[in-house]
């Protein structure tokens, strides 16, 4: 095979996560926690469970997670009012300040992850990763 996909796509992780990891270090979030942050931005006071399926994440993860950035002040779990064994997610203000310095640093993000390609080149890269999704489910979808 003429490209090596799975090396490019661990080595481009693998570099994307040092450096985002760097940034991080310096004050800012986790890219998790970014991920978290915009969707409460999104659906304040969500589910748990909602907020793992659309992170992408199995229970033990989406607790640990949530765990961690309550610890960092940025979100607040409590109970649901109907069903006490199940906690929704609620920004707090530091969250809120969290996530727009976020919003701002992932714009920057995707401009140097975009430079250089035309935008139906970047559409392709898209779909292709996308796909991925549904070619390699979650294993506690059913699928291994």
Do not use: C
């Not at 109970?79 to 310095?101: F, H, M, N, P, Y």
Request: glycine share 10%; charged share 30%; proline share 1%.
């Amino acid at each position: 095979m003429k490209h090596r996909l799975v090396y490019l796509l661990n080595v481009g992780q693998r570099r994307l996560q040092r450096w985002s990891q760097t940034r991080s270090a310096s004050g800012g979030v986790t890219a998790a926690q970014a991920g978290l942050l915009f969707f409460l931005g999104e659906r304040n006071g969500a589910l748990m469970s909602e907020a793992a399926a659309a992170l992408d994440l199995g229970a033990p993860g989406m607790s640990g997670l949530a765990e961690r950035t309550e610890k960092a002040g940025l979100i607040e779990r409590r109970a649901d009012e109907t069903d006490g064994r199940v906690s929704r997610l609620w920004l707090t203000e530091a969250g809120r300040t969290a996530r727009q310095k976020a919003k701002r640093r992932m714009t920057d993000l995707n401009a140097r992850l975009t430079e250089g390609f035309t935008e139906e080149e970047i559409d392709v890269v898209a779909r292709w990763l996308t796909s991925l999704q549904s070619k390699f489910p979650l294993a506690e979808d059913g699928d291994t």
